[in-house]
C-alpha cells in the first residue's frame, strides 16, 4: 500500500509558476512509475506527466516546453514544476503512481490538490 499527499496547489496569476509536490508514504524506487494527472470541471482526467523509475519523463501535450517533472528518491517525493500557466492549466491535480507486483498492476492515488490560474 503506498499512500500519496500532493501539496502546494494554489491561486496564480496567468504566467505564473507553481511547484506542486507529491510525498510518498514508502519508498519510491520500487514504483515503476509516479506522475500528475489533472481534472477540470466538466472534463476528464488527463495525463500531465509522468517519470519511470530509470528516469525516462513523459509528457502531455498540454504539459510539452511549460511543464518538468522530476523525483527525489531520498525524499520519496515526486516534483511538478508548471511554468508560464495558462487559466486552461486551473484544474485538481492529483498525484499518481503504480506498480507491478507477482504480476498485478497496483495504482495510487492522491487526494489532489486544486490549481486555479487567474488574474
Known amino acids: 500500500q503506498v499512500q500519496l499527499v500532493e501539496s502546494g496547489g494554489g491561486l496564480v496569476q496567468p504566467g505564473g509558476s507553481l511547484r506542486l509536490s507529491c510525498a510518498a508514504s514508502?519508498?519510491?524506487?520500487?514504483?515503476?512509475?509516479m506522475g500528475w494527472y489533472r481534472q477540470a470541471p466538466g472534463k476528464e482526467r488527463e495525463l500531465v506527466a509522468l517519470?519511470?523509475?530509470?528516469?525516462?519523463?513523459n509528457y502531455g501535450d498540454s504539459a510539452k516546453g511549460r511543464f518538468t517533472i522530476s523525483r527525489d528518491n531520498a525524499r520519496n517525493t515526486v516534483y511538478l514544476q508548471m511554468n508560464s500557466l495558462k487559466p486552461e492549466d486551473t484544474a485538481v491535480y492529483y498525484c499518481?503512481?503504480?506498480?507491478?507486483?507477482?504480476?498485478?498492476?497496483?495504482?495510487?492515488w492522491g487526494q489532489g490538490t486544486q490549481v486555479t490560474v487567474s488574474s
Open positions: 499518481y503512481g503504480f506498480l507491478f507486483r507477482t504480476g498485478v498492476k497496483y495504482d495510487y
Open positions: 517519470i519511470i523509475s530509470d528516469g525516462r519523463t
Open positions: 514508502r519508498s519510491i524506487v520500487s514504483i515503476n512509475a
